[in-house]
């Protein structure tokens, strides 16, 4: 049996390569359909986000002239008396809403066994919240200061100064505290910032 090719023109087998090049064909021809299906899928919703985008102008376009329109109506000292009610308003909520207890509580937890109070005075400052005037006495300047220091450190309580302070007949020291009061910790917390 003889094992060389004897002839004169060298057989290659054309199938193997007619079969790649069929494959590579195929694929070709499927990714062409591919691109051209996702290319009219895209081309579909640019054009549906294009339109949303044209209808979205004009809406805004309109809103923005009923809007200058409203804007034109308004008195100028008609919204000045109406903002004007409003942070009466505000002021009246805010008050109606103060806690006596809550403040008392503040007061019970912070205060030296040598100060006592003789007066308090919230008031609702437009643009600084709500201020604490204490008229309180004491023995000495030491208790009002570790008053005011407790105070503080509730976080409660800010910028507490002591406005006035003379002595009085019998020796004790009178002094009006005045700070910004935030209300809102729990007596738990009250307790737990004083021992800090």
């Known amino acids: 049996m003889l094992r060389h090719n004897l002839s004169t023109r060298p057989f290659y087998n054309e199938r193997a390569v007619h079969a790649v090049l069929a494959l590579v ?3 070709a021809v499927v990714a062409t359909v591919f691109n051209a299906w996702q290319y009219s899928v895209l081309s579909g919703r640019s054009g549906q986000l294009r339109s949303g985008l044209h209808i979205a102008d ?15 109506s308004i008195n100028p000292r008609d919204l000045d008396s109406t903002i004007a009610a409003a942070d ?3 002021m009246l909520i805010d008050r109606r809403v103060f806690s006596w207890t ?17 007066s308090v005075h919230p008031r609702i400052e437009q643009g600084a919240g709500l201020t604490v ?30 406005r006035v302070e003379f002595v009085q007949e019998d020796g004790t020291l009178q002094a009006t505290l005045e700070g910004q009061y935030t209300p809102g910790l729990s007596r738990e917390d009250l307790s737990r910032a004083v021992r800090r």
């Open 88 to 90: 009466e308003a505000n």
């Open 133 to 162: 005037s204490v008229v309180v006495v004491a023995k000495s300047v030491e208790g009002i200061d570790t008053f005011i220091e407790t105070l503080e450190k509730t976080g409660s309580f800010a910028g507490l100064l002591s």
């Open 25 to 27: 064909s195929l694929v």
């Open 102 to 118: 809550e403040l008392f509580n503040q007061f019970e937890t912070t205060l030296p066994e040598s100060v006592r109070i003789t």
């Open 58 to 72: 004009e809406k805004a376009d309109e809103l923005r002239t009923r809007a200058a329109r409203l804007r034109a």
